[in-house]
């Protein structure tokens, strides 16, 4: 089973990432966890690159080349082999990150985007999307605490760099895509706490693992 978080920068996809893989672990399920960017080796450069505010003048088509390079990488080292072993692998962003921010904010061509995918992808699609939903406005504010209390690193802090009407167009992204693939889909409010954030998880992942 392929289950990725998706969402807006401080929405707490890392927190609930480590959530529902404890959830699967006490039903004595092998779980594999990862993120992108950098879910591999190289993958772990590219991260550095794509996420540096030192980067700010990689033009937007050698960003999202970056970022599919990043998933080619981790599809193939990483979680094409853990889904062939059963396991259940859970990941911090996946190919609709790419979808919302290089193609719906950034203006990126989505065919160019969806026929690249179909060539790394291996006809992997996740199973089960968490959409953690929050306003910007409160994302941001979650997102710069942690980089100055020193949860986030600041070396990582290119997107949290930019404006909040980019941020408000992130989530108008993920929330189409959202109504555009109901089923795979699901979309909790994030804007609560972390705990009745967990309950609304523990609801949909019951009713997958029935
Ligand atoms: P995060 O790992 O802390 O969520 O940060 C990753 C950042 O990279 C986040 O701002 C979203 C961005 N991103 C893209 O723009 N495109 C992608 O395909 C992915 C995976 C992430």
Redesign the pocket.
């Known amino acids: 089973m392929f289950i990725t978080l998706e969402?807006?920068?401080g929405s707490g996809?890392?927190v609930q990432v480590e959530f529902i893989k404890n959830f699967f672990l006490e039903k004595k399920k092998e779980v594999l966890v990862t993120?992108?960017?950098?879910g591999t080796d190289i993958g772990r450069k590219l991260?550095k690159i794509?996420?540096s505010p030192e980067s700010k003048n990689l033009s937007h088509m050698a960003?999202?080349l970056l970022?599919?390079a990043?998933?080619s990488q981790h599809l193939k080292e990483v979680i094409i082999p853990a889904l062939k072993s059963n396991k259940i692998v859970i990941c911090?962003?996946?190919?609709d990150?790419?979808?919302?921010?290089?193609s719906f904010?950034?203006g990126l061509d989505l065919n160019l985007i969806n026929t690249i995918h179909n060539a790394i992808l291996e006809g992997i699609e996740p199973d089960l999307t968490i959409l953690l939903d929050v306003d910007p406005k409160i994302g941001l504010l979650r997102a710069k605490a942690q980089i100055q209390n020193g949860q986030?690193s600041v070396s990582?802090s290119?997107?949290?760099d930019?404006t909040l009407k980019f941020h408000q167009k992130?989530r108008e992204g993920f929330l189409a895509l959202s109504k555009k693939n109901d089923k795979r889909f699901k979309v909790v409010d994030a804007s609560k706490t972390i705990e009745e954030v967990q309950n609304d998880i523990i609801s949909i992942l019951k009713n997958i693992v029935k």
């Open positions: 969402g807006g920068e996809k890392s993120k992108e960017p950098g991260r794509l996420l960003e999202l970022y599919l990043d998933r911090d962003r996946f190919f990150s790419t979808v919302v921010y290089q904010v950034r986030r990582e290119r997107f949290e930019e992130v």
